[in-house]
């Protein structure tokens, strides 16, 4: 049987097939079969289709694993299709309580066309508004049908006192789900980028002026500080690709990489953004100006820091294979950012309560729900 | 192609270990199926069920690696669950541990029909005679898989008996024929009208009611790559005591049903369309009603020479 030369990892096959989609020809069906359920699991094929097509590589895959590229190509732009739809509705109903709506992450990126968009697959619709007007936008949704999905009177007070968004919102009938955000990091967070900056700085777009995604600097930041101030990062390697894209995109322009460091230091998000450039470009091999990597160089952490960050991502940005089980390694790796983004979101004894509420209350007396006080 | 090894062939503790170890792979029509468990009623039931398939060997493409299990936890040891999981997702609640093999098809599906939108996908039965397919949607209880598995022991070929896979590039049927689930009184009623029919293991209090398996025969599986040309649409209707009879069905109507029994309609967006409008332009459609099995069967035999003829 032809075994692959590295078929133990499929994450990586994948990740080399990202970076140069013509060496499909050399993969055999073995490891097809497990680059396909790792891509499916991380959310990857609908962009791998897109990579692969850009690249003039899709007639080299064979046809089992080319159909699950097309399948997943073909639910993303069913779901772009849907996010057009639904910003639409979002906009009506949001008329009059705020001048502008600003679209966060995969929706921006699908509204405005950018390069992460071909063929990403998300589900959640991402939007900032004003921290004053976050009430009237709460009840609007509501009264629209949008429902809160976390209703135990912890998990009401968690989101609205200490996030930096209400609890998700679901629509029942249409099955969408929205993040409406007042910032881009929790209250508690131990960075502190300043929301106004980020609202003034959006830029409207052509087609609505109610409409607006944040500027291309500040959505690279916000793109890096979602994936590198998280504690669990589920779709860590798709973030990565959108980073990648945003970067390659934006930085065709020259002024973007003079502008990036000292925005980034502006918004308090040197930290996130430096591991963003760091990553991309040892994972995807994103071009980075040297003046911008000198200019962000002191943002990095000591050299201790820097080399467990490097061990932990290492690990965590490469999908693995679903039913293969956690080496010892990925493990403590995946405790260690579990426990870093917790660190870097909460201060200490609220990081305690936190903990002991979700590890010893809730299991054992569950959630105390404000709407129903005779339920317990 | 070369004759492959089917499932029936492979001993016992053989099987076990593949479904334990690196999965034992199925070939079912077009696609190919890996499946690892740890489950005794898997590892008992599986090779009954399916004994004619190809086995897909690991140096082979599977489409999916599917494993089903008792999810984590201190039910393992009392009242055995087993859950279904695609990946790490697991799209059912668990069921209890006997009834493995039942949810183990109900998975297949959905990888199916919620991950191949290359195809339209439909919740209808298919089955060829003379080289002309019929489409037969229905709502659960409708009487469909009775019908096409009566159809099918005698003598039709079986493309599917829940999922229709209808190529969106040239409206194709790619069959996806699977051990036809029977339920409740079909079970006896297939049984009695065919004393070749191998039905698997009877599975009582599922979602369903009582559930069993009839095995597809050997040349509905040996053709599962051979595709199907859609030549009319069935709505059967069971009803007891019914005098049997057919009406034609307009195509917009047709068309309406199809959508509402596709999966995945509104994924495919215009392609979708352009699919079901011209099938159902394309095609014949009739509402069947009659009260037994061999009355349903004597109108599609009816109406199956008469388009055969046009």
Not at chain 1, 155 to 172: A, C, I
Not at chain 1, 291 to 316: E, F, V
Not at chain 2, 21 to 36: E, F
């Amino acid at each position: 049987m032809p075994r692959s030369r590295d078929s133990s990892h499929p994450g990586r096959e994948l990740i080399s097939l990202f970076r140069a989609p013509e060496r499909a020809e050399q993969i055999d069906p073995r490891t097809w079969e497990q680059i396909i359920a790792t891509g499916r699991e991380f959310n990857l094929l609908g962009r791998l289709y897109w990579v692969a097509q850009e690249a003039g590589a899709l007639t080299t895959i064979p046809n089992g694993p080319a159909a699950h590229l097309e399948s997943a190509w073909i639910a993303a732009e069913a779901q772009r299709r849907a996010i057009g739809r639904e910003v639409a509705y979002l906009l009506k109903l949001l008329r009059g309580v705020t001048s502008r709506v600003v679209l966060l992450k995969g929706a921006a990126y699908a509204f405005t066309g950018l390069p992460p968009a071909h063929g990403r697959q998300f589900s959640d619709i991402d939007i900032l508004v004003p921290r004053q007007v976050l009430g009237q936008v709460e009840a609007r949704l509501n009264w629209a049908g949008w429902l809160a999905s976390h209703h135990g009177s912890y998990d009401q007070r968690y989101y609205r006192e200490w996030m930096h968004e209400l609890p998700p919102l679901r629509h029942p009938q249409r099955g969408s789900t929205l993040d409406v955000h007042h910032t881009i990091l929790p209250e508690t967070a131990r960075f502190h980028p300043n929301p106004d900056a980020l609202l003034c700085a959006a830029r409207t777009l052509p087609e609505d002026d109610s409409l607006a995604v944040l500027a291309p600097e500040d959505m690279v930041i916000h793109s890096a500080t979602h994936l590198f101030v998280e504690g669990e990062i589920p779709h860590g390697f798709r973030d990565l690709l959108d980073l990648d894209a945003l970067l390659r995109h934006f930085g065709d322009n020259p002024t973007f990489w003079a502008t990036l460091p000292v925005r980034a230091r502006e918004l308090d998000l040197e930290l996130p953004t430096f591991l963003a450039l760091r990553y991309c470009q040892q994972f995807l091999g994103t071009p980075v100006p040297a003046p911008c990597s000198s200019d962000m160089a002191t943002a990095g952490p000591g050299a201790a820091t820097q080399r467990i960050l490097d061990a932990c991502y290492r690990r965590l940005l490469v999908p693995t294979l679903p039913d293969a089980s956690l080496t010892p390694g990925q493990w403590a790796a995946g405790a260690a950012i579990f426990l870093r983004g917790h660190w870097l979101r909460m201060p200490l004894p609220l990081l305690a309560r936190h903990v002991l509420q979700k590890s010893v209350v809730v299991p054992l007396f569950g959630e105390q729900d404000p709407a129903e006080p005779w339920a317990r | 192609m070369p004759r492959r090894m089917t499932v029936g062939t492979l001993p016992a503790p053989e099987v076990k270990t593949r479904l334990q170890g690196d999965g034992l792979g199925l070939r079912i029509g077009s696609l190919g199926m890996r499946i690892l468990s740890r489950m005794p009623a898997i590892h008992q039931g599986l090779p009954a069920a399916y004994a004619d398939y190809p086995v897909l060997e690991l140096d082979e493409f599977a489409d999916f690696r599917v494993r089903i299990d008792a999810p984590p936890g201190p039910r393992r040891w009392i009242r055995p669950q087993a859950q279904f999981y695609l990946g790490t997702t697991a799209p059912f609640l668990p069921l209890p541990a006997h009834h493995a093999l039942a949810m183990l098809e109900w998975g297949m599906n959905w990888c199916v029909s919620s991950g191949m939108h290359r195809y339209l996908v439909v919740h209808a039965a298919a089955a060829e005679k003379d080289g002309l397919t019929y489409l037969f949607p229905g709502e659960s209880g409708s009487g469909k898989s009775t019908l096409v598995a009566s159809l099918m022991l005698s003598g039709w070929r079986l493309l599917t008996d829940e999922l229709v896979l209808l190529d969106a590039q040239d409206g194709s049927v790619q069959p996806f024929p699977r051990p036809v689930g029977l339920k409740n009184d079909a079970i006896a009623i297939i049984q009695r009208a065919h004393d070749h029919a191998v039905v698997g293991h009877q599975v009582r209090d599922t979602t369903k009611g009582l559930v069993a398996h009839l095995r597809p025969d050997a040349d509905s599986i040996r053709r599962g790559e051979e595709r199907g040309t859609a030549a009319g649409i069935f709505f059967p209707r069971f009803r007891r005591g019914a005098t049997a009879d057919f009406t034609p069905r307009a195509p917009h109507e047709t068309f309406l049903a199809l959508v509402n029994q596709s999966f995945n309609y509104q994924i495919l967006g215009e392609s979708g369309f352009r699919l079901a409008s011209s099938l159902v332009t394309r095609v014949p459609a009739y509402d069947l009603q009659y009260g037994t099995m061999d009355d349903g069967k004597a109108l599609i035999r009816q109406l199956h020479a008469q388009i055969a003829r046009q």
